[in-house]
């Protein structure tokens, strides 16, 4: 029987380093090399089918492809951008400050909840910050990680592992720590990530060439803003009380050809917050309602427009609505040459009547037409830029009859269709959160229950659930959970540690931490944290009563230890979900990981006896 523990215990190693292997050469996907893993498994005899696939079945597996359904939820409803447009805001175009805001805000929120599903809710965040600050995602996706793996160690409740090994001392009876116990820990490992982070920044993504970059970049509304020449037409004008406008209909005023006034979008108080309404011929006009005008004709008189309609003037901030693109939306428009409006102009189509959208300028033969554009024939060709409510866009495109929507700007992708849902969707975060916090269920039915009732509260639709879950992400972790299976059936763990601990068990207590966390961090490239800390608090509890000392600083390395999974991709579920949006290679968290779980080890050697005195 040892003789064939030994031989599958050989071939476990061996299945290892090639998958190691494989995963450094980064010439087969990741998923791929996980799913050949449950096979060989499985045919070697090692595992036995259940075991092979016990991790379709893994709560922790259900739990992230349920948090990533939760984050498109918040993405849909505009949550996740309005936490974007905050950091944005409050950071500026310092790099620098976001990314110190970006770290700090997850480590908080994942002191209370899962790290993955704080690293799922913010990964759109990123990519959205960093699409509009024009930055590399990769800048910015392992310092969210790093940050996700962090916050595990902030509070008693942040991570499994913590809870883990704070049951084992209970169960042995030599004391316990309390909810902030591990938080001055975590306070300092935070801040030398931060600064470790801001370090090692360049290297975090190779420099694009600036013919790659622009070849990649979408058009944005700042380009057709350019193309159409409409910087300077636009204004905000908010209706004053007794101005004659109010009760009227947009096609009763007649403001175009009064004016040369184009309403293309209307803020309006509802419920507490301003929203946008669509700019429709039969909208009425109401007191204190802002207008979004396009003053079209350069000799227009505004002055002369406001005075006499009693509007008073307001902030605009951007070039023509650009700040307004996640309600306002622009798109060009070409006939198509079986159209029946071939040769009609705007005014007859009805155009803005029928379709709710605006025509703001018109190219012919790639130059835009000056005169007048509402009683201009259109001819085979044309490119109109229309602009109005994304929705009326989106019907539009629809519309292949007639009409051929030809590019769509960048900020097509940040447009959220469920904006008027985003406080049901944060309740349904703030439920999820304190369910989890609380312990009242398993944080998988706590995140199950708030999906269901985002679908519920129509935030997110089936067809976007589905859509939302990374499942490359979800079949990797899978792949990678046997290995937890093979090693201790094989005898591989308890053969490491127990040679281990001969080695080094009579050096002293702080030898045996450095021991325990390098332990601990190589067991972890293998096997999830939790299975970590349950195979390593009770060694180190054993140590420490061996010693005669305190458990309490063997058990906390342990704890430390667990959550610092930096090193490479597949040692964290947290590592996992950048891995893709980063651009990230398995070398890439080799190279930044190795030298700060080094950092994080130094720093756990020397104050933790400090705090938890042998």
């Known amino acids: ?150 916050s595990g160690m902030m509070t008693l409740v942040a991570t499994p592992p913590n809870l883990v090994v704070n049951s084992e001392l209970q169960r042995y009876g030599v004391g316990q720590f309390d909810f902030f116990s591990v938080t001055p820990i975590g306070i300092v490992i935070l801040a030398m990530g931060i600064g470790y982070m801001l370090l090692v920044r360049p290297w975090l993504v190779k420099p694009v060439s600036q013919d790659k970059a622009k070849s990649r970049t979408r058009r944005t509304m700042r380009d057709l803003i350019h193309d159409y020449k409409l910087s300077g037409r636009a204004r905000r004008l908010s209706i004053r009380p007794g101005s004659p406008l109010i009760g009227r209909t947009l096609d009763e005023l007649h403001l175009r050809s009064r004016y040369s006034a184009n309403v293309v979008g209307i803020e309006r108080w509802r419920k507490f917050r301003r929203v946008m309404i669509g700019a429709f011929a039969a909208t009425e006009l109401r007191v204190h309602d802002i207008l979004l005008v396009d003053m079209f004709d350069p000799e227009a008189d505004v002055r002369h427009f406001c005075t006499e309609e009693q509007l008073e003037p307001m902030i605009l901030r951007g070039e023509y609505f650009s700040e307004q693109a996640r309600e306002v939306g622009m798109a060009e428009v070409s006939l198509v040459p ?25 190219r012919r033969n790639g130059k835009l037409i000056e005169a007048s554009q509402i009683d201009e024939e259109l001819k085979v060709g044309d490119m109109m830029l229309v602009i109005g409510d994304w929705r009326q866009i989106r019907q539009l495109q629809s519309n292949t009859r007639d009409f051929l929507v030809m590019n769509l700007p960048a900020e097509v992708d940040e447009v959220a269709p469920a904006t008027s849902q985003a406080p049901h969707a944060l309740l349904c975060l703030i439920l999820m959160i304190f369910l989890m916090v609380t312990d009242i269920v398993p944080n998988v039915i706590a995140a199950l229950l708030a999906c269901l009732l985002m679908g519920k509260f129509r935030c997110i639709d089936m067809e976007s659930a589905y859509k939302s879950i990374h499942w490359p992400t979800l079949i990797l972790i899978v792949g990678m959970l046997p290995f937890a299976h093979a090693l201790q059936k094989t005898g591989g763990i308890d053969l490491v540690v127990k040679g281990l601990m001969d080695a080094v068990g009579d050096m002293g207590p702080r030898v045996v931490l450095l021991s325990l966390f390098v332990l601990c961090a190589v067991i972890g490239l293998f096997i999830s944290n939790t299975a970590t800390a349950v195979l390593m608090a009770p060694i180190a509890i054993g140590a420490a009563n061996q010693m005669g000392v305190s458990a309490l600083p063997f058990a906390m390395v342990v704890a430390i230890a667990a959550s610092a999974a930096f090193m490479t991709p597949v040692s964290s579920p947290v590592n996992t979900m950048v891995l893709g949006p980063g651009g990230y290679k398995f070398s890439d968290f080799l190279r930044i990981g190795v030298p700060f779980t080094l950092l994080v080890m130094v720093v756990s050697v020397v104050i933790i006896p400090l705090l938890f005195p042998f």
């Open 1 to 150: 029987m040892g003789t064939l523990a030994d031989s599958q215990l050989f071939w476990v190693v061996c299945f290892l380093f090639i998958a190691i292997i494989l995963f450094i050469s980064n010439k087969v996907r990741m998923d791929v090399v996980a799913l050949l893993l449950i096979t060989v498994f499985v045919t070697s005899g090692i595992l036995t089918l259940p075991e092979a696939i016990s991790g379709f079945s893994d709560p922790n597996v259900i739990l992230i492809a349920l948090l990533f359904v939760i984050g498109e939820g918040l993405v849909r409803t505009g949550i996740a951008y309005q936490v974007g447009d905050w950091l944005v805001r409050v950071a500026g175009s310092s790099e620098t400050k976001l990314l110190v805001l970006l770290m700090l805000a997850v480590a908080g929120l994942g002191s209370v909840m899962s790290s993955t599903g704080v690293v799922a809710i913010f990964i759109p965040v990123v990519m959205s910050v960093s699409s509009r600050m024009e930055r590399e995602p990769g800048r910015l996706m392992m310092p969210l990680a790093f940050a996700g793996l962090i």
């Open 338 to 362: 079986e159209s029946e409006y071939i040769g009609k102009t705007l005014r007859q189509m009805g155009f803005r009547t029928r379709y709710n959208l605006n025509v703001i300028g018109i």
